[in-house]
């Protein structure tokens, strides 16, 4: 019997291999406890990629990329991710052209120089046996605006006048477009209504984003369809009021971001993931009772369109809601976004669907599952609070999860074995 170290096979390092990967249960032989797992550490399997549970890592914005490219930030953040015992991880928004970054130092995913920082961030997610998935994004009138911290510095002892990045902030806020020319707000850029070359032009940017992602190995794609981003603008009777074959009836305003999930299912064969927001939080209903007219964007439309993009093989709805409508008004508080990601569960119960918003206590999380409101949890802010959470929820809901070899020791708790 030897008693080596043993790497992780094919890569060129030498990284310690996980037995079994970080995330995943030990085997109910060698630990009881794992005869019943709780839902949240249950793998699931879309499109034939196996997640080793069901904690997902938000996408979150950075703002620290170098003219779209992924920094060693990016590695040093996803990496701890990766290493820490998340089933999945999707990164940032990633815009597939330069003017569909939120902020100048936004990612992107538009010409092939940016393949390689990315690829060695997939490679290390990988060794850890963690799947990695990308958000692929265009900001749409949202465009074009200063990175938070510099807008109001965390202390809050200033504040940007003002959202938009101008030239001088290595903005380009004479090319910010959307749906039509309504800004989101005074404080954000003009924008301009996109033509249908111009559509054109971005379907295109779409799939050549997807085919980067197949060079770089990510696992699943994420689009970006909510928080008021270009592709909710189109769904939205808000922020859409073309008279083309892009606007006005629900059909017309799906037509975008239901041909943008053609184009990159066309080229993508692995998961496809698509964040929707299910509502805008506008004053008033989704629907005028007397003429039927649609006034704002909601849970019914998000019903049929959440059908349509089934029908064109999308795997996963990741459902989340607002961002279009800047005197937003809702609730905020644990899980305050289920009751949407529930009732798209209930409208397509065979599409797996993921809650976000709020989530974290792990008992939360477990009893969402269980109850069926949803397949997959999304976390954002809470694992930037605490990266490990995925373990120390293990804990506190007595599975015995794997974590990374290099810190078991500060989870001997979590991997004996139980006492039978
Ligand atoms: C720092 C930060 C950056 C974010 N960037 C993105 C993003 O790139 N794409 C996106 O869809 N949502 C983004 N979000 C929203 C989160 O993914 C998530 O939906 C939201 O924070 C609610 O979840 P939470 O309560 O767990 O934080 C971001 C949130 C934070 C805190």
């Not at 390092?13 to 079994?20: F, G, T």
């Not at 459902?319 to 899980?335: A, D, I, M, R």
């Not at 802010?381 to 794997?402: D, F, S, V």
Request: proline fraction near 7%.
């Amino acid at each position: 019997m030897s008693y080596i170290n043993r790497g992780v096979p094919g890569i060129d390092q030498y990284l310690p291999l996980n037995e079994p990967d970080i995330g995943a249960a030990y085997s109910k032989e060698t630990h009881p406890q794992n005869a019943e797992l709780p839902e949240l550490f249950k793998p699931i399997i879309i499109r034939g990629v196996k997640f080793n549970n069901r904690i997902f890592v938000s996408p979150m914005c950075q703002y620290s990329s170098d003219d779209g490219h992924a920094t060693d930030w990016h590695f040093v953040h996803i990496g701890g991710y990766a290493t820490r015992g998340a089933g999945g991880i999707c990164m940032e928004a990633t815009a597939v052209v330069p003017e569909g970054r939120i902020s100048p130092q936004d990612a992107g995913l538009w010409t092939d120089s940016q393949i390689a920082p990315l690829k060695r961030i997939v490679t290390f997610a990988h060794a850890h046996g963690t799947k990695i998935g990308v958000q692929l994004a265009h900001a749409g009138r949202k465009a074009s605006t200063i990175a938070p911290w510099v807008r109001t510095t965390t202390a809050r002892t200033t504040t940007a006048p003002k959202y938009t990045a101008d030239k001088e902030d290595g903005g380009w806020p004479d090319e910010v477009y959307g749906p039509s020319d309504i800004p989101f707000s005074e404080q954000f850029p003009q924008p301009k209504a996109l033509t249908e070359e111009q559509i054109e032009v971005l379907l295109d940017a779409f799939a050549k984003a997807a085919e980067r992602c197949k060079e770089i190995g990510f696992d699943f794609i994420e689009l970006h369809g909510a928080h008021g981003y270009l592709l909710h603008e189109f769904v939205s009777p808000l922020s859409n009021v073309r008279t083309d074959q892009y606007g006005g009836s629900l059909e017309n305003r799906l037509r975008f971001p239901l041909q943008v999930v053609e184009r990159v299912r066309g080229v993508w064969d692995k998961p496809l993931f698509v964040r929707i927001s299910a509502a805008d939080w506008a004053e008033g209903p989704e629907q005028d009772p007397s003429t039927g007219e649609w006034k704002q964007w909601g849970i019914e439309q998000s019903k049929v369109y959440v059908g349509e993009l089934k029908k064109l093989g999308v795997d996963l709805i990741d459902c989340s809601s607002g961002g279009n409508w800047v005197q937003q008004k809702f609730t905020l508080g644990p899980g305050y976004q289920v009751p949407y990601a529930e009732a798209l569960k209930k409208a397509h119960p065979d599409l797996p669907i993921g809650a976000v918003g709020m989530i974290t206590e792990p008992e939360q999380a477990e009893s969402y599952l269980r109850e069926g409101k949803a397949d997959v949890v999304f976390l954002a802010r809470e694992l930037l609070r605490n990266p490990h959470w995925p373990i120390i929820a293990a804990e506190k809901l007595g599975a015995a999860i794997k974590p990374a070899n290099q810190y078991e020791r500060a989870f001997i708790q979590v991997i004996l074995p139980a006492r039978q």
